[in-house]
């Protein structure tokens, strides 16, 4: 007698909706139907986690977000790098069309001054060309490094690399960040 002959084998259907049936030899042999309806107890298993994955699960995100940070912080520090070069790039300007303006004769400037603006502030307020007032600004922009509109200033006088002002003109501008650029130079030096 083979396994499904004996009159205790079962054999299992499986209906559409995922539901296990049972049914025992007992059926065919001329015996009392019973089929039993059983949730299939393989599935139930498979659609949750155990604790073992949902703890390796935690481990590789976390280990994700560790890598992704420094990532993040890379870009942000690069964002304010660029803000800085903007910034500087827009005051420089600021400061030589001021000059271009002064050497042209547009107005009148201090003697010592060898026509660059007296302070920052100037070049925001502006000058009056011909009964117009000419503004070279329109604000001081934030330091994004220090956090502050208080830059370092260099007059033509000063040393390229002098870190207090003369006070005589403005012929440079520069952060007082003393931090060091993701290129290693210092932003000081920009």
């Known amino acids: ?43 139930s298993r498979e659609a949750g986690l155990t604790l073992v994955e949902l703890i390796v699960t935690v481990a590789i995100v976390a280990i994700l977000a560790s890598a992704a940070i420094p990532i993040t912080r890379f870009q942000v520090q690069r964002a304010r790098e660029r803000v800085l070069r903007r910034d500087l790039w827009e005051m420089r300007d600021a400061i030589d069309h001021y000059k271009d303006a002064a050497d042209k004769g547009a107005f009148i400037t201090k003697l010592d001054s060898m026509n660059y603006p007296p302070d920052l502030q ?26 502050n509109t208080d830059w370092g200033l260099r ?36």
């Not at 049972?22 to 393989?42: F, H, K, L, P, Y």
């Not at 060309?129 to 329109?138: H, S």
């Not at 007059?155 to 290693?184: C, E, H, I, P, R």
């Open 122 to 147: 100037t070049l925001v307020d502006g000058v009056d060309v011909q009964d117009k007032k000419v503004k070279f600004l329109r604000r001081i922009p934030v330091d994004p490094m220090t956090g």
């Open 1 to 43: 007698m083979t396994e499904s002959e004996h009159p205790l084998s079962r054999r299992e259907h499986t209906s559409d909706s995922g539901m296990l049936w049972i049914s025992s030899n007992r059926e065919s042999m001329g015996g009392t139907a019973t089929a039993d309806c059983v949730t299939r107890g393989r599935r």
């Open 155 to 190: 007059s033509m006088q000063d040393d390229a690399d002098a870190t207090s002002w003369g006070g005589q003109n403005v012929f440079d501008v520069y952060t007082k960040s003393t931090a060091t650029a993701l290129d290693g130079t210092k932003y000081s030096d920009w």
